[in-house]
């Protein structure tokens, strides 16, 4: 296994499995879970048990290893320089290593299947993946500056398309040239890479490039975090090379080009920092100019922010495997208690993955009457002057 | 048996927090230090003071070995299931309940973290701060008091165990019990007037009740903190300067420390002095008094104050300082485990060449150094080995090395801290045979059935 001289060197001191505040656990898994085995420290010190036969690999131990949400809140905290870099690497070999020894949990193997089978999590032909923008003013990609890549879950999933087409829309009006690319798009693979299926990510990385080559695009405009991440990150080293934009970091910069209305009550808005943004790339800024170049908009912030942020439990495919569900103390759920505790009503959103997640969490901790998941671009949007010219 | 006590426990907590997987057991089965793994039955995670009554209780019913675990760091094997069993992790009741402000003392559950706590009162209540322990963060405040744990303001407090203020105990037998003024009055801002019955939960290894609730005494914080390092090259001289050091009373907390690494530290004897202060006029003068205090040794060339750039002061004045749990990769390996001894302060030389001594003999990378506790009434003094853990080898001369260490701690007239358990039947040699049989006839009384973590602190 890849990176397993590194298991050895885990102390488990535990700084991983919290913000850098200390405000409350902070490792998605093991703040569902509870147990040692579901921290950071905890993985490591199994693999190496594996990889030395004191223990054997079954369901619960591909439970554990497919559980990590590979958010990178271990990365940033662990008390180790240079070792903690490796930590995900570490985490992502085993990963792999499992999945080779055919020790995978079913939902984990249901949607690789899925994603191998039909290029996407959500199974539908890719063929369909531009019917999202069907009937939206958004021309398709020819030669505008930006081609807008939704991924799979702005392409099939309901709630994902709803935002997918927002956020085209308010992308145009705030003037940046983009396109709807036609062609039969397969899901980005950030998270099958996550999840250790380095072939299957680049053969879906290949496909895509293909597609963008195509097209001779430049520049994309990404709707989700992940796709940003190892569109910017990761294919460079399967042959495409683009300039890579989150919507956000898009908008940051346009936002003097919108009017907005001048009596809209103020709302206080907390920002949820999705983990492939701001953990993963470092952008804890573009977000924030958004909502703070809205009029009405009074941004707080939870204890855990920017570099301490909380995962909302769907990273590293557990959106689609949901591993992490079924207790009080899953990340979502924690995120929401933690956004109304710090008096936010609105609790915006810049991922459809986690907009997806924490929407289902406000319900169930029955503050949906309190506190309102909003997607990013759907809060400024409501917010826009139309009338203005 | 054991399917049918995993069922059992699954009906008190639910079956998300209950596990009798090989996973859970091997992991619980050990922590990171030298002592050689014991695996429990079974591993569950309570959420309230009824649940962990109900697996007593069970436990009780069934003459199961029962095992309380905080964050299960502390190094020296306490919390393994030496008999098997089930090991109640309390990290879920992690809550804090209650701050005073005007009687300064926080009440925790028996699972929340230091680093919680530190994190509460910064938000809630930044005049106040509480004693941290040099552990990480996810170290649980119970456990340090449990174990007769010290931290940054043990100059000023004592003990961590001297600054409970009382405690909720679910019994061996299932019941619960109050000690300290909580116990009456339902505050808990004191141990005092009563019988102390806090001191049979205290130092016992969790062989007497689990603690599920604990009152802690809170300090000003204060606005301006600095740090002096007093060097010095002659150990015989160490328990005078303490002395010293500690009689103007200025200090929140003294650590001396002695490594062979960095270079320019190897041979000399380093005094952390930390302090704090409402303002920089205040500062200044509690800074003159320590200085004066050991005048005398500067104008005799024979030590002095370290001049210290302020980022290398910003890296001593951080808490906790993960610095410490970056020992245990001084070997590449990721193991660390070391002899606190408590003992009087004029045993510092003997201490220091003593470990000197060892690590050579033994040839394992050390770091030696000391806690003062309260204002130079004892000190903790730690023999810290790192070691490799992927090497047995080393696993074994790391391990040679603390149980000599244990061994000369008690030839110098200190007290293994946290014991495991070789140094465990060490101290009962040592031990007056009237206090050991006290010890167990209490242990009787409070646990009849013998369940709670057997095998320590017994002969």
Redesign the interface.
């Given at each position: 296994m890849e990176h397993e001289e590194i298991l050895?060197?885990?102390?488990?001191?535990?700084?991983c499995?919290?913000p850098g505040?200390?405000?409350?656990i902070n490792c998605p898994a093991y703040l569902a879970?509870?147990?040692?085995?579901y921290a950071p420290a905890?993985r490591m010190?199994?693999l190496r048990?594996w990889l030395d036969q004191?223990?054997?690999a079954?369901q619960?131990?591909a439970e554990?290893m497919f559980s990590c949400t590979a958010c990178g809140n271990c990365v940033e905290q662990c008390?180790?320089p240079e070792?903690r870099d490796r930590l995900l690497l570490a985490f992502t070999a085993g990963k792999e290593a499992l999945l080779e020894a055919g020790i995978v949990p079913p939902e984990v193997r249901d949607y690789l299947t899925r994603i191998q089978t039909h290029g996407n999590a959500y199974g539908k032909p890719v063929k369909k993946s531009a019917e999202w923008a069907l009937g939206l003013d958004i021309d398709p990609f020819s030669d505008q500056e930006y081609a807008f890549f939704v991924d799979d879950a702005g392409a099939f999933n309901p709630r994902g398309q709803e935002i997918a087409r927002s956020v085209a829309l308010l992308l145009k009006k705030a003037g940046i040239s983009l396109g709807v690319l036609q062609d039969p798009l397969v899901t980005d693979g950030n998270d099958v890479k996550a999840m250790g299926e380095t072939a299957l990510f680049e053969d879906l990385a290949e496909k895509n490039i293909q597609v963008f080559q195509a097209r001779n695009i430049r520049k994309i405009i990404t709707l989700s975090p992940h796709s940003f991440n190892t569109l910017k990150n990761d294919y460079p080293a399967v042959g495409g090379q683009y300039q890579v934009f989150h919507y956000t970091q898009a908008l940051a910069f346009a936002m003097k080009r919108l009017a907005f209305s001048a009596y809209l009550p103020e709302a206080v808005v907390a920002f949820h920092d999705p983990c492939y943004l701001g953990l993963h790339n470092a952008d804890y800024g573009s977000a924030r100019m958004v909502l703070q170049a809205v009029p009405g908009i009074r941004l707080t912030e939870m204890?855990r922010n920017r570099k301490n942020a909380l995962c909302c439990g769907g990273g590293g495919g557990n959106f689609f495997t949901d591993i992490l569900s079924?207790?009080e103390d899953t990340p979502a759920r924690a995120r929401i208690r933690e956004a109304a505790a710090a008096g936010a009503q609105i609790l915006a959103v810049a991922c459809p993955l986690c907009a997806i997640m924490l929407e289902d969490a406000v319900k169930a901790e029955n503050l949906d009457n309190t506190l309102r998941v909003q997607e990013l671009s759907e809060i400024v949007t409501e917010r826009i002057d139309f009338q203005a010219p | 048996m054991t399917t049918d006590l995993i069922s059992s426990l699954e009906t008190i907590v639910g079956s998300r927090f209950v596990s009798g997987a090989a996973e859970e057991r091997y992991l619980y089965s050990m922590d990171q230090g030298t002592m050689p793994p014991s695996e429990p039955d079974a591993v569950v995670l309570p959420a309230t003071t009824d649940q962990v009554r109900q697996i007593v209780l069970l436990a009780n019913e069934r003459k199961v070995p029962v095992v309380p675990m905080g964050a299960g760091l502390v190094l020296s094997g306490l919390t393994r299931a030496l008999r098997g069993g089930i090991i109640v992790d309390m990290k879920r009741m992690n809550r804090i309940i209650e701050v005073n402000p005007a009687s300064r003392y926080a009440v925790v559950e028996g699972g929340a973290s230091q680093g919680m706590l530190k994190a509460y009162l910064q938000k809630h209540h930044p005049e106040l701060k509480h004693s941290m322990p040099d552990a990480p963060p996810v170290a649980t405040v119970a456990g340090n008091v449990c174990i007769h744990g010290s931290g940054h303001l043990s100059v000023l407090g004592g003990s961590h165990s001297d600054m409970l203020t009382g405690m909720e105990v679910v019994l061996p037998s299932g019941e619960i019990v109050r000690t300290g003024s909580c116990g009456v009055s339902g505050q808990w801002f004191s141990r005092s007037p009563l019988p102390d019955l806090s001191g049979l939960f205290l130092g016992w290894a969790g062989t007497t009740g689990i603690i599920t609730r604990l009152g802690i005494k809170l300090f000003p914080n204060y606005r301006h903190n600095d740090v002096l390092i007093f060097v010095a090259e002659d150990a015989d001289l160490m328990p005078e300067m303490i002395s010293r050091l500690t009689s103007v009373q200025a200090a929140e907390d003294m650590t001396p420390w002695m490594t062979p690494k960095p270079d320019w530290a190897r041979g000399f004897l380093h005094i952390n002095i930390a302090y704090g202060a409402h303002t920089k006029k205040e500062l200044t003068f509690k800074r003159n008094l320590l200085q004066s205090s050991v005048r005398e040794y500067i104008d005799r060339k024979i030590a002095g104050f370290l001049p210290l750039p302020p980022p290398q002061k910003g890296r001593f004045l951080k808490i906790p300082s993960p610095d410490l749990a970056r020992f245990a990769d001084l070997r590449r390996g990721g193991g660390f485990e070391y002899v606190g001894a408590i003992m009087a302060i004029e045993h510092f030389p003997k201490a220091y060449r003593a470990g000197l001594a060892i690590a050579e003999k033994h040839g394992v990378a050390y770091s030696l150094g000391a806690r003062i506790i309260g204002a130079g009434h004892c000190m903790m003094f730690f023999f810290a080995y790192a070691f490799n853990r992927a090497d047995p080898e080393d696993v074994k001369r790391a391990s040679d090395a603390l149980e000599a260490t244990n061994t000369a701690a008690l030839e110098i007239g200190g007290i293994p801290w946290k014991a495991e358990l070789p140094a465990q039947k060490q101290i009962i040699e040592k031990m007056d045979p009237d206090t050991f049989g006290l010890m167990g006839r209490i242990r009787s009384v409070l646990d009849p059935n013998h369940i709670m973590n057997p095998g320590n602190w017994e002969k």
């Open positions: 050895h060197r885990c102390f488990r001191c535990g700084y499995k919290l505040n200390y405000v409350d879970f509870g147990f040692e085995t905890g010190w199994l048990a004191k223990i054997e079954g619960r131990f554990i008390a180790f070792f204890d079924g207790g | -």
